[in-house]
T-cell receptor, first 113, second 114 residues
Framework: DAMVIQNPRYQVTQFGKPVTLSCSQT?????MYWYQQKSSQAPKLLFH???????NEADTPDNFQSRRPNTSFCFLDIRSPGLGDAAMYLC????????????FGPGTRLTVL | GDSVTQMEGPVTLSEEAFLTINCTYTATGYPSLFWYVQYPGEGLQLLLKATKADDKGSNKGFEATYRKETTSFHLEKGSVQVSDSAVYFC?????????????FGQGTRLTINP
């Protein structure tokens, strides 16, 4: 089945130690998104790629970076995680040419010690 | 700016009860509207959607109708099951924004007791 895959599902890192979260998709969608979701809150968009074009949200901290080496993969890099960055990170994709629906992966839960 | 307001939770019901989760929105133009469901420890799953006024989205016994006159998209189900326990998010996507941003409501936690 076509899907959005996130690895790992659970990630533990230490305060200040860089960490990379991975997302891949088999939907061949043009747009990939990264959201941060803290406990009992709605997802908050960090940034998205439309093909190779990177679009950062105005309030996304510089500590968060992203890479999209090809259509299928997108990475979220947290350069120096703080305790406040502990959250669920959700990847989503959409294809603006046919539908405006975003499809989400299962998420990666990040713990910062 | 665009916004979505959901009824506050948590909501607790008994199995086979009727469910309504209210959702209203503020947006420029005519957005697409969505309900997403999030089960514990999981990502968001699209439950249903509607893209224009008077459209009814439906899936797994859930329904929601796009009401332009009341700017609402209330989620309903006639008979809930324990397996429906989850957090439900109402969201909109404005057709007039350059980026495909979803604006989410705050989420409503639903618990169904046997």
């Amino acid at each position: 089945d076509a899907m959005v895959i996130q690895n790992p599902r659970y990630q533990v890192t230490q305060f200040g130690k860089p960490v990379t979260l991975s997302c891949s998709q088999t939907l061949n969608h043009n747009v990939m998104y990264w959201y941060q979701q803290k406990s009992s809150q709605a997802p908050k968009l960090l940034f998205h790629y439309y093909d190779k074009d990177f679009n950062n949200e105005a309030d996304t901290p510089d500590n968060f970076q992203s890479r999209r080496p090809n259509t299928s993969f997108c990475f979220l890099d947290i350069r120096s995680p703080g305790l406040g960055d502990a959250a669920m990170y959700l990847c989503a994709t959409s294809n603006p040419g046919s539908t405006d629906t975003q499809y989400f992966g299962p998420g990666t839960r990040l713990t910062v010690l | 700016g665009d916004s979505v307001t959901q009824m506050e939770g948590p909501v607790t019901l008994s199995e086979e009860a009727f469910l309504t989760i209210n959702c209203t929105y503020t947006a420029t133009g005519y957005p697409s509207l969505f309900w997403y469901v999030q089960y514990p420890g999981e990502g968001l799953q699209l439950l249903l959607k509607a893209t224009k006024a008077d459209d009814k989205g439906s899936n797994k016994g859930f329904e929601a109708t796009y009401r332009k006159e009341t700017t609402s998209f209330h989620l309903e189900k006639g008979s809930v099951q324990v397996s429906d326990s989850a957090v439900y998010f109402c969201a909109l996507r404005s057709k007039f924004q350059g980026a495909q941003k979803l604006v989410f409501g705050q989420g409503t936690r639903l618990t169904i007791n046997p």
